[in-house]
């Protein structure tokens, strides 16, 4: 319902006449706005700017050091013919042909450098959940498949510490030192490329 024009301006003369009732008569100093005996605190003007931007640059991660790690990957260790000798070389029989003499230069000369390979992993041995032996192969087909690698196309990793994470799915970082050159077992050549491993970067893209 709406209320006269005359009944309006006495309604705001009514409210009006009501506040300057409350205020202090003329002369009188505002009371302050606190406990009676307790003096107002000024304001501090420090505390009244603005914090400074923080333009600090942020603390990175701790990370694990990576110096004088070499990145090599099969498209180097296989990129070459490699023809595994079917004789044992102690045999009567054996032409005596030293097998690492098909290996070129480029790749012997990283023999005994610290490297991180990238790979599919094939675990060999477990203790206690994790693996302490394995083979880095080049292709996930290798390791899932059944399809029969190249000599030059997997790396077998005996891990130096308490050993990693299976992982089968997904492609892998080895950091190790890396040994090139024949392995034999009973006199036959079973690899020629081998590491000592140190740690496993993680599975890539997480």
Not at 86 to 92: A, K, L, Q, T
Not at 144 to 149: E, K
Not at 165 to 184: E, F, H, N, S, Y
Not at 195 to 204: P, S, T, W, Y
């Amino acid at each position: 319902m709406k209320l006269p024009l005359v009944a309006c301006w006495a309604l705001t003369a009514g409210l009006v006449g009501a506040a300057l009732a409350q205020s202090p008569p003329r002369g009188e100093p505002i009371k302050p706005l606190a406990p009676k005996g307790q003096p107002i605190k000024p304001l501090d003007p420090a505390a009244a700017k603005p914090a400074a931007p923080n333009t600090a640059a942020p603390t990175p991660a701790p990370a694990e050091s990576k110096a004088n790690e070499l990145s090599v990957g099969f498209d180097k260790l296989s990129a070459f013919k490699y023809e595994v000798p079917d004789e044992n070389p102690d045999s009567p029989f054996s032409k005596g042909k030293d097998p690492d003499t098909q290996i070129p230069d480029s790749v012997k000369e990283i023999s005994g450098k610290r490297v991180s390979l990238k790979g599919f992993m094939l675990p060999l041995k477990v203790e206690q959940g994790l693996v302490t032996e394995l083979l880095i192969m080049r292709d996930q087909s290798m390791c899932c498949f059944g399809t029969v690698p190249k000599i030059n196309e997997w790396v077998s990793v005996k891990m130096t510490g308490k050993g990693v994470k299976p992982v089968m799915d997904q492609a892998i970082t080895m950091v190790g030192t890396l040994k090139i050159g024949a392995i034999r077992e009973n006199g036959y050549l079973v690899g020629i490329y081998q590491m000592d491993g140190e740690r496993m970067d993680g599975a890539v893209g997480l």
